[in-house]
């Protein structure tokens, strides 16, 4: 059974847990949640993309320290951030209290997915893209059952008011519990073992200030990098704005109930969690740029989609073939930024990748709020087409840049 839970086994786990619960915290039930309170559609958008606003500020340093003082010690600490602040949920009984506890969740993916996949880095290099594909296959595994979950969670609770939300919550809290107990299971001395040895090696002559100094300007000073992250950034604007707004779609414009709106955000993320595997091995030998290309096409031809659709069936298919763009595009960004750093110092440059990453993600929402409220408002079809056609346009200027830029990277050296 220990030579089955291997630490890379045991993260999967701890990922799969940690993503359940985070993502029952989000749309539909947070968009619901929101409108309930009464909160005007650009706050909405605004509370949807607040715990990602936490990963603009979060993910760089978590990544950097990671690189000092080791992956597990981090990854226990925003373990932490899964546990504890669901509860706050159950206090909740208007909008801008609800924001506030959206920033303060935040820090809990804003720790730990930098940290996480700076570990899958350090151990692996030939295999590099196909590995961080079965790691974010199973983070997604929990992302994907999270919102289906608590669709069908509100239904069957059934009813009006805020008591539905607040036992969907209280659940969250529940899985939350458990993932730091399983993240405190992680074998003592994985962050020593993961971290950079040249690294260990220097801090015991430097100050970890003057360390953490030094992984913020190889974080930020690599060019190639910095665009590469852009590309992730841009495809999760549309990730955004299309999980944020597809529910409050659904059931405003197309009448459908909590438990379709569920499975409308589940079937993208299964897409995203069944294909990245394979699209990471792909990206292995073929090169990273023409897979991740490939998946931005499909994101993009789908945004415009979405609000031309009134009918459930359609509404599946548009979101199973944007998870697949997901799936494509996301475990090749993460390995060619790995496949970028020179020094090894993955916790640094993937903390930089995270925190452009949530730029885009948090962006999303909240431009397709202020989009759908200047078009007319969540009663109004042609508002959601207006807001998912600027994003994807925007996505398509991303995509361009990127397949015109000189960047590629393939894993080709031996696993560590």
């Known amino acids: 059974m220990k030579r089955f839970l291997t630490p890379f086994i045991m ?22 949640f929101a409108a309930e309170l009464g ?22 340093p978590a990544g950097i320290l990671s690189d000092i003082v080791g992956r597990r010690r981090m990854l226990l ?27 303060l969740h935040g820090f809990a993916t804003a720790i730990f997915s930098p940290v996480a996949a700076a570990y899958v880095a350090d151990l692996f290099q030939k295999e590099r893209g196909e590995r961080l594909g079965w790691f974010a296959s199973a983070n997604e595994t929990g992302s994907a059952f999270g919102p289906l ?11 009006e008011g805020l008591s539905k939300f607040y036992f969907t919550y209280l659940i969250v809290g529940g899985l939350g519990v458990m993932t730091f107990l399983l993240a405190w299971r992680l074998p003592v001395g994985l962050g020593e073992r993961a971290a950079n040895p040249k690294t260990v090696s220097e801090s015991q002559k430097t100050s970890n200030w003057r360390l953490f100094q030094k992984g913020m300007r190889e974080g930020v000073s690599s060019h190639a990098i910095l665009i590469a992250s852009s ?9 955004g704005a299309l999980l944020g707004f597809l529910p409050l779609y659904a059931m405003n414009i197309v009448k459908l109930n909590d438990a379709y709106l569920g499975i409308l955000i ?46 459930f069936a359609g509404l599946l298919l548009e979101g199973a073939i944007f998870g697949l763009g997901m799936a494509i595009v996301t475990p090749s960004t993460t390995a060619l930024v790995a496949d970028l750093c020179k020094t090894r ?10 925190t452009i990453w949530d730029v885009g993600e948090a962006s999303g929402p909240v431009l397709a709020g202020a989009i759908i409220a200047n ?14 056609s600027i994003v994807a346009i925007l996505l398509l200027v991303v995509a361009l840049v990127f397949g015109f830029t000189a960047i590629e990277g393939k894993a080709t050296s031996q696993d560590v």
């Open 11 to 32: 993260l999967c786990l701890v990922g799969f847990s940690a993503r359940l619960g985070y993502q029952m915290a989000r749309p539909p039930v947070l968009s619901l």
């Open 39 to 60: 909160s005007q559609t650009w706050l909405i958008g605004l509370i949807i993309g607040a715990s990602t606003i936490t990963g603009i500020f979060i993910k760089f």
């Open 77 to 103: 600490l925003g373990s932490v951030f899964f546990a504890f602040p669901p509860f706050l949920y159950l206090l909740v009984v208007e909008p801008y209290t609800l924001l506030c506890i959206r920033f």
């Open 149 to 159: 979950l608590g669709g069908v969670g509100l239904a069957a609770m059934g009813g």
């Open 231 to 239: 590309v992730e950034a841009a495809m999760f604007l549309g990730v």
């Open 266 to 311: 589940w079937v993208p993320l299964v897409m995203a969690m069944a294909g990245k595997p394979l699209t990471g091995r792909i990206s292995d030998r073929m090169g990273r740029k023409p897979v991740i290309i490939a998946g931005l096409v499909l994101c993009i031809a789908m945004l415009p989609l979405v609000p031309l659709t009134a009918n």
């Open 345 to 354: 110092n993955y916790g640094a440059a993937l903390g930089a990748f995270g």
């Open 375 to 388: 078009f007319g408002g969540l009663e109004t079809p042609s508002a959601y087409f207006a807001a998912f």
